[in-house]
């Protein structure tokens, strides 16, 4: 779409939808009295599509924006907003950006727009939020949310509102979990979640089957839900930095096994039949318990304790990434097992690919 400026309101400048007054060190008053200029004196509000607002000094938005009807697109980025006020009901926007600003939680509206909302793209990176805002989980209708750069701890469980959403970008803050939910966004295209505090991925990401990019670099990662290997769309995966990639060599932790675990796993391993009545019930479930070796050419059980082993698993056919399995012991990690294994990737150097992100 072109994009024009000018001072006059003829009726046959019909291709007039942008006003660009960015750039011009406006501050509050100033943008004020620009925009009642152009609602009072050459009443054209209603020509403007775009307004961009962006590097300017802007600390309030004048109440006067409400009077451009067939906004479409604010750009206010790279202000002094300390406040973003409820101003926007009468406007069907679709873009709202307003990032770099003083924007805090408590500073936004307590509901941006109104229920018939067609907003596709709100962004409100690099502000002073502290929670995800709450209000945001009303507008159904977005499909580009913009987040990152703030100090925001948490992802709210009902993200799952957010079904539209094709791009979601959570990069930069201090976030520890991510909810099972998230996997509900089945319309993801993109999910960042870099530079966070992030330990752990939930399984339910594998139901994100249209998702193209996962950027989870710079986390405390230390391992990846096997299900991940399921996401066949994805074409960029960001691991650098996560204590998974920097313990990609094998990391063993073992602990002598205690006596019972050793008469739990030679019951197990000989199939010596236990019958309810002859052991106390507890010792029953404890023999419930045992996990199978993930070693297929061993038969051994563990409980309590185990091996830790990073095994690196083709994926999209493109690279290697490591997943943690738990053997039941160090033995089952040498030999013609991983041996065969290692015949069976032709491609190691594609390991590298997605250690360094």
């Known amino acids: 779409m072109e994009c024009y400026t000018s001072d006059s309101c003829d009726s046959d400048t019909r291709e007039q939808k942008t006003l660009d007054l960015s750039s011009q060190m406006l501050e509050s008053l100033s943008l004020s009295s620009e925009l009642k200029g152009i609602v009072d004196e050459k009443d054209c ?23 451009f009807s067939n906004l479409k697109i604010l750009d206010v980025s790279n202000n002094r907003l300390t406040v973003l006020p409820d101003i926007f009901k009468h406007c069907q926007l679709t873009s709202l950006i307003a990032k770099h ?31 995800f805002p709450e209000q945001v989980l009303d507008i159904a209708s977005l499909r580009y949310l913009y987040l990152g750069g703030n100090n925001i701890v948490n992802i709210p469980k009902d993200i799952w509102k957010l079904n ?57 990662l230390k391992t990846l839900p096997t299900q991940i290997i399921k996401l066949r769309c994805l074409t960029e995966l960001s691991l650098r930095d996560n204590p998974l990639v920097v313990r990609f060599v094998r990391d063993m932790t073992l602990q002598p096994p205690s006596l019972l675990e050793l008469a739990g796993r030679t019951i197990k391993l000989h199939e010596i039949p ?10 029953m479930r404890y023999l419930g318990a045992a996990q199978c070796c993930v070693n297929p050419k061993c038969k051994g059980v563990f409980f309590d304790n185990r091996v830790e082993h990073i095994k690196f698993v083709d994926f999209c056919g493109k690279y290697r990434i490591p997943l943690l399995q738990y053997l039941c012991s160090s033995k089952c990690i040498t030999g013609s097992w991983e041996s065969r294994e290692a015949d069976n990737n032709p491609h190691p150097h594609m390991m590298r690919k997605v250690l360094l992100g």
Do not use: M
């Open 45 to 67: 509000a209603e020509n403007y599509e775009i307004i961009l607002l962006y590097n300017n000094r802007i600390k309030a938005l004048p109440d006067t924006l409400n009077r």
């Open 101 to 131: 600003n003083q924007l805090t939680n408590e500073s936004l509206p307590k509901s941006f727009f109104s229920n018939k909302s067609s907003l596709r793209e709100l962004n409100l990176s690099g502000n002073q939020l502290n929670f």
């Open 164 to 220: 539209s959403l094709q791009i979601l970008s959570l990069g930069g803050n201090q976030i520890i979990e991510v909810p099972e939910s998230v996997g509900h966004l089945t319309g993801l295209q993109a999910l960042v979640l870099s530079d966070n505090l992030i330990e752990q991925l939930p399984a339910s990401i594998a139901r994100l089957n249209q998702l193209r990019s996962l950027l989870i670099h710079k986390n405390r």
């Open 274 to 283: 236990i019958r309810a009545g002859e052991v106390p019930l507890t010792l």
